[in-house]
């Protein structure tokens, strides 16, 4: 739970330090468009801090995942959200609601509540056909991020949110699913490749939502498919318990942090410029993350 918690401060103070940076490059001004605007971001330290927290986050990932049922680690991951609430108010000056605050609140109770009833991992090393499944999709998500541009403008956002939901989704799956790292099993492995197409994947539906669609609503429905559809697998095909007489503790602590989560899911992306309003002007910069 320390190393899930872990990747979410580093997930949540990424996004701060690069929304930083990039509103930096912005002002910087040049020619470019987006792509010049990434690459002066790149030359400054608080972007390539970001980076280097993205990518610890995603090995502290990795390692909670090997020793945690899923819908403890998403409920963590997904708490990200607060930490970047917290450090944005702190470094950006945006200005949070007393019912935000109180959200913040909600997903630390949520996440004590699990890390008291989660059990360890579950035993069970996964089928094949869950490999396949997996990559499966993976490959849908790709499909659906490719025709964002061409989804009715009704509903884009929670459609494209989703995807990027179930493909980060992938990714908490497939870490349970690869149960050697030597090169050759790795290769031989489906879950290897959804592994890295459900990241990629869900990184290119996550730009199109935030893009084309509300930043709210593409968040919201993120958090969803990658905490529910996980933790489900999770419990049915992978074994995942929780300590002897507190199944209730641990589904009550997942719904009240993933609640909590998506309270605060117009952090999702963090304004272009400091704002003193409570509903600050969203930019279309993908906000995270793991493995992307």
Avoid: K
């Amino acid at each position: 739970m320390v190393c899930a918690l872990g990747a979410a401060v580093c997930f949540g103070t990424a996004t701060v330090l690069q929304a930083m940076a990039a509103r930096a490059a912005s002002a910087q001004g040049g020619r470019g468009g987006e792509a010049g605007v990434l690459l002066r971001a790149l030359r400054q330290w608080r972007y390539l801090a970001g980076l280097a927290l993205d990518g610890l986050g995603f090995l502290l990932q990795v390692v909670a995942l090997r020793s945690l049922p899923i819908y403890a680690v998403g409920a963590a991951l997904a708490s990200s959200l607060a930490v970047t609430a917290v450090v944005s108010a702190r470094l950006l000056h945006v200005r949070l609601r007393r019912g935000e605050w109180a959200a913040v609140g909600v997903v630390c109770a949520g996440l004590a509540m699990l890390g008291l009833a989660s059990g360890a991992e579950g035993d069970l090393g996964g089928s094949d056909a869950l490999r396949f499944a997996m990559l499966g999709v993976a490959l849908a998500v790709l499909g659906v991020g490719l025709a964002g541009g061409r989804l009715p403008e009704r509903g884009r956002g929670l459609v494209l949110g989703l995807a990027a939901g179930f493909g980060f989704g992938v990714v908490e799956v497939a870490v349970r699913l690869i149960d050697s790292l030597a090169v050759p099993e790795l290769l031989a492995n489906p879950a290897t490749y959804a592994l890295l197409l459900g990241g990629g994947a869900a990184f290119l539906a996550l730009t199109s939502a935030l893009q084309r669609g509300s930043v709210t609503t593409a968040t919201a429905a993120m958090v969803i498919g990658e905490t529910v559809g996980p933790a489900l697998v999770g419990v049915v095909w992978l074994g995942d318990r929780t300590r002897e007489g507190l199944g209730w503790l641990a589904v009550l602590g997942f719904a009240v942090a993933v609640a909590g989560a998506l309270a605060l899911a117009r952090f999702g992306e963090l304004p272009q410029e400091p704002a003193p309003s409570a509903a600050p002007e969203i930019s279309p910069r993908p906000s995270r993350r793991s493995g992307a």
